[in-house]
Every structure is written in C-alpha cells, then in structure tokens.
C-alpha cells in the first residue's frame, strides 16, 4: 500500500470515529483512531508535563476550581497504572516541562491563578532509587514567566515565550553547569504555545497575545536555528489558536486542542517540515486545552488530562491516546 492510500485509509477511518465518544474506545486505536487509556488519579489542567524512563510526569497544575497543587502525578506507560510522586516544593499552574538525562525540570510557572509569576527551577531526578526521589532546586531562570514552553538540544533546554510582559523572552539551560544563558528574543510575544524541535531547529507555534483566554490569538509559526542564532518565519497554523499543546511523532508534528471565548478548540493538524505545509486532521475525540507537554511512545501520542471548557476550573481526569497514521520522515 503507497503512503498517499495508507494516509486516505487513516483519515477515513478517523472522520468515521468522530462522533463515537471517546469513552467506548477502550481497545488499542487503529491509525488515525483516538482511545482511551487509564484516568488521571486527580482531575487537572493549566499543568506541565514532561517523560522520562517510561513514564510521564504531570506537575502542579489546578484541579476543579482553580486552585493550585504541588501535586505530582506519574503515568507508568506499560503498566498502564497511575501513581503519586513527591510533591513539588511550592503550588504551581503553568509552569514548562522537560526531560533530560533522566532528570524531570519544572521551569517557572504561577503560584496562584492570576499574576505571581516565578523564576525558579527545580529538578527531580529520575535515575535514582525511588524511595530517594526528591525536587532540588537549581539555578533560577534570568526572569519571571509563565504559560511558555522547552525544547531539549543538544544538552541544553530552551524557554521560549510568556505570560505578559515576558512573551519575548527566550533563554537556554545547561543542566551540565547550571547555567543560562538569554537568547534573541522570541519575534512575536506571546503565551500558551507550542515547541518541537525539528532536525535541530526549534520550532515555536500559535499562541495568544494578552494574559487571558479572550484575548487576541496567533497563528504565528517562527523557527530559531541556535547555529546562526537567527529567527525565521515558518507556514503559519491553519487558524489562530491558543492553549494548545504538540508532539513529534514520525516526523510530524501534531498540534491539538486550545481555547477561545467561544469554547476549546477540537482541531487536530499536523505540520511537514519536508514541505512546510499544514494539514486537517479529523476532530479529536473530546477536545482539552491547558496542558503543556505531550508524549509519543509505542506508536501512540499520549494526550494527558486538561480542560473540556474554557478557563482554568474545567480539569479533567483524561488520558486519551491517538495512533497517528501519517510520516514526515
């Protein structure tokens, strides 16, 4: 079967699904087909997430009611199970993620729903016995932000983007030395974005421009090559959109989700560095914003928790999964 007719299957068998709730789909998804995986032990949105060893880490966060927790929760991804990790050290709502040589980084973030922006860091490491896991923290980032996101290369972790004022900003972390350095500006500010990496450039997607859900959103694509230390524009997203989250999975990158005044987004696109070319995917199966961070492991994108409605107090218990159909490779 060529890749054209194997992508056309995916994308009819996808739209087929769509009104089927998610919630029946418990058996392993076909390409193109949304699922559903073991529930979250405690509703949430407005978290970071990062993966590691097999295993994601959702951190901080609000449950119902925006109110935020130190919570620490871990998906064992083979298992299929749920557990509890060591608290963080203070409360935490959008704070950004990422995963590096076995060590789980917590970077900035709020400590209540509305303004107190933080700079710090923390780290957990991983590679050690679990009875032993604690957070420590580390060297604070050069400003207070929140609602941005990371991309790991080459050994060192890159914050892009914030919460007015900080929605320029762009700094890299060098775990080795626990160091930053402040990086050329992001173009356009702006917050609750996207990142991937894409064969060594770090890509930067959608977005609002104001602190909250009703303000203006972007469909800004820019791309940052740390080689030249330059800025480039990419194919902007197919609509304007905020409080979405990505992964890479066969070379593509799939974005989803988000949210506006009038409700969360349901789309699902993919993006073809090859190309530079946006493409629909059919709707995903309950739509969520509020998460930063996602998985793709065993050939399925875990889609972890997030909101069903607009704001922060709609968190929810999901771990939803689709096994993409399309390559970029």
Not at 187 to 209: D, K
Not at 261 to 278: I, L
């Amino acid at each position: 079967m060529s890749a054209n007719v194997f992508h056309r299957l995916a994308l009819a068998i996808g739209l087929a699904i769509v009104a089927v709730p998610a919630a029946t789909q418990t058996a392993d998804p076909v390409p193109g087909q949304w699922g559903q995986r073991a529930q979250m032990l405690e509703a949430n949105s407005e978290f970071t997430l990062a993966s590691t060893g097999g295993r994601i880490f959702v951190l901080g966060g609000y449950p119902r009611g925006r109110v935020s927790v130190r919570t620490v929760q871990i998906y064992d991804i083979a298992a299929d199970t749920w557990s509890r990790g060591p608290d963080l050290p203070e409360v935490n709502n959008h704070g950004v993620a990422a995963a590096h040589d076995g060590v789980i980084y917590l970077f900035g973030g709020q400590t209540d729903p509305n303004t107190a922006y933080v700079d710090t860091v923390y780290a957990l490491d991983t590679r050690v016995d679990r009875a032993s896991w604690r957070w420590v923290e580390r060297a604070r980032m050069p400003t207070r932000r929140s609602a941005g996101a990371a991309v790991v290369h080459n050994g060192r972790i890159y914050v892009v983007g914030g919460r007015p004022p900080r929605g320029h900003d762009f700094a890299a972390y060098d775990p080795a030395t626990d160091t930053w350095e402040t990086l050329p500006n992001l173009p356009s500010q702006r917050n609750h974005i996207a990142a991937e990496l894409i064969r060594g450039r770090i890509h930067v997607f959608g977005g609002r421009l104001g602190g909250g859900f009703q303000s203006d959103k972007t469909a800004a694509h820019e791309i940052y090559d740390p080689a030249t230390r330059t800025w480039t524009v990419g194919a902007p997203m197919l609509r304007p959109r905020s409080g979405i989250n990505s992964v890479t999975a066969y070379g593509c990158v799939h974005v989803w989700g988000g949210e506006e005044a009038a409700g969360v987004f349901p789309d699902h696109d993919y993006y073809d560095p090859r190309n530079d070319t946006w493409t629909r995917l059919p709707n995903m199966a309950i739509p969520i914003h509020g998460v930063t961070g996602a998985t793709f492991a065993n050939g399925l994108i875990y889609v972890t928790g997030g909101g069903d409605a607009v704001g922060g107090s709609s968190g929810t218990l999901l771990n939803q999964v689709y096994r993409p159909a399309v390559r970029c490779e």
